[in-house]
Structure formats: C-alpha cells, structure tokens
C-alpha cells in the first residue's frame, strides 16, 4: 500500500470539498476555490471531514497515480487554507525589481528592462529592490511562475549575479588565475 497515499485528508473548518463525475474535485475555502480533474482509475471518496483515496488494483501505474492523487488533493486544501509562496533574490549590481500595478519590472543588467505581467491568480510583492515574492493558491502556479522570473537571468557560479530562490545555495567556483 502506497504510505502516502493511504493517509486521509483532513478537511479544515470552512473547506468544502466537493465531487463530480469523472473525478473532478472541486476545493472551496477563505483564500478561494480550486477545481482539477483526478485520475478516473482513483476511488476518492469524502467522508465527514476527511478525504481518502485508494487504487483498484496493484498495477505500477494504480501504484504511481495512488500517493499523487492524494498529494494533489492535500495541496489543493492547503492552497484554499492558507495559500502558497514563493521568495526570490535579486543579487548584482544595478539589479532590481519594481511593482507597478500588475506589472514586474526587471532590471538585470540587459540593454531594456524586463516586464512581467502577473497571471491569473498570483500575486507578486517586491519587498525593497531585491526581493520578490510569488503568492498565490494553486501551488504547482505559484512555482512555476517563480521559475519563469528566475529563467529571466539565472544565477551564475562565479558572482552569485541574477535571480535566485531565498533558499537556494549556489555553488561558486573560483575564477581564473593570473601566469606565473
């Protein structure tokens, strides 16, 4: 039995979980609602105040599909919960960002600013000029849209110049040396 998959869900107050045919879950919360449509072969049922998932037989596949299902249904309770984020740095010299409206405005040392729009259902705040953070409640999103702004310039090992992650660690290398 999958060890993720196998654990209930656990549905908060003022969450409303919800199922229709061909295993569209449908998520109400304080934050908002979020609906995705769940492999047909999982057996989700709803039960008082939890959620439990189980597969019908034991094939590779059932197996895979098992503790994800699972996993995208927690997330998505989360999500209505208390939402998701994102931090990201904006690291070298001359290089910020700027908010204006729903605008993301990049200075990363290109020839012309690089401008964003923030899609639908995620928000972004820059804290100072270097920091930006990506909320949002669907979380797979939230990390994809902070990916695309690191994509924008990536850091590089030998300054630690461009956009990273808060929590990434870069692994420098030294540069050249001079002859001898």
Do not use: C, W
Not at 4 to 14: D, E, T, Y
Not at 61 to 88: A, D, P, Q
Request: aromatic residues 4%; hydrophobic residues 35%.
């Amino acid at each position: 039995m999958s060890r993720i998959g196998r654990l209930p869900v656990a549905i908060p107050a003022g969450v409303t979980v919800s199922l229709a045919e061909g295993n569209k879950v449908t998520v109400k919360g304080p934050k908002g609602t979020l609906e995705r449509v769940l492999p047909a072969d999982m057996e989700i049922k709803v039960e008082g105040a939890e959620v439990t998932v189980s597969r019908p037989n034991d094939l590779k596949r059932s197996k895979s599909l098992h503790g994800l299902t699972r996993t995208l249904i927690h997330n998505m309770v989360v999500g209505v919960t208390e939402g998701y984020e994102k931090k990201l740095e904006v690291n070298g010299v001359g290089y910020r960002a700027a908010k204006q409206g729903k605008k993301l405005t990049l200075n990363l040392g290109y020839s012309h600013p690089v401008e964003m729009d923030d899609p639908e259902g995620i928000e972004t705040v820059v804290e100072g000029q270097n920091v930006i953070i990506v909320k949002g409640i669907d979380k797979e999103k939230v990390g994809q849209f902070a990916a695309e702004i690191r994509s924008k310039r990536a850091p590089e090992p030998y300054k630690g110049k461009g956009i990273k992650y808060a929590d990434e660690t870069i692994r420098r290398k030294v540069g050249k040396t001079g002859k001898k």
